[in-house]
């Protein structure tokens, strides 16, 4: 059976865990907010404002709404912090060490009727869940960037994911407005395995001369509707996440088709990951 969650943990407070606890506390949770130092913390929170701001303008909420939601997020840099959630939801770095390290030490601290979710986009969640003493506690719950925005939640089934977690999970997003996609514990899941070798490919196609980055994007953009070219995505999503996502598809299926493009390991070799860092493909003043 579902459980009713009240009180969410998000680690992280990057661009993801910023939207992922935006969407808490404006479902009414009260949300905990951790990250490893102040900086990062006031840079979240001054997300989940500017996100809100934009809400408030166009009407979509009162500022009464938001300033009550603010109210419930709580920052801190303490994961000890976390010992009252019910949810947590761990959006740090794609870096799976890193990960295994939080989901183990989260283990430790969330009481043993928690939820440990995972925003990783590509990640197995089966060997996430596997260095905590809960495996069947243990699922992926992976936001779209913008969080606020994006109508979707790919939810991923490790091994040992007990059903009641999935629904607790699923009725979670939910009440978050959002769809849910439900995919197999496979490398990328279901969006990135899609969505990044596009990304890769429009990279080999600026690497091979077949058009500028502009052409590339105005084909895509114009030419099959989408918001936004695959180059420009690059830059939103991040580089170097764009990389190791293909890394990971490339280890985990095999297939050369899924081979990294040399060009897209520069840009990240040289630091220019995109919107975050001011220069990716574009300039990003
Ligand atoms: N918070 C609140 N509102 C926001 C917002 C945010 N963070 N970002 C955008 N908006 C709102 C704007 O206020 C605007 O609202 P109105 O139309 O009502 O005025 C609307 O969204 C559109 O925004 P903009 O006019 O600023 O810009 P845009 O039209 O280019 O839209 C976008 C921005 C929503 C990001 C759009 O370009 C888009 O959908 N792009 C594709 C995003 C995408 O594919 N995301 C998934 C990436 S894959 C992923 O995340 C998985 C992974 O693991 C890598």
Redesign the pocket.
Known sequence: MAQHVKVMGVVGAGQMGS?IAQLAAAAQLQVFMVDVNETALTRGLN?VT???S??V??GSISQEQMDKSLALIKTTTSLEHLEPVDFVVEAVAEDESLKRRIFAQLDKIVKPSAVLASNT??ISITRLANSTGRPNQVIGM?????P???KLVEVVRGMATEDSVFETTKALAERFGKTVSCSKDYPGFI??RI??PMINEAFYAVMEGVGTADDIDNGMKLGTN???GPLA?AD??GLD??LS?MRVLYQGLGDTKYRPCPLLVQYVDAGWLGKKTGRGVYQHP
């Not at 992976?142 to 913008?146: E, G, I, L, W, Y």
Request: charged share 10%; glycine share 4%.
């Open positions: 939207g997300a500017s996100s809100f934009r809400f303008k166009k986009s590509s992976h936001f779209m960037n913008p606020p925005i994006m969006v990135n969505l990044m989408h918001p936004m995505l939103f999503i996440t764009c996502i």
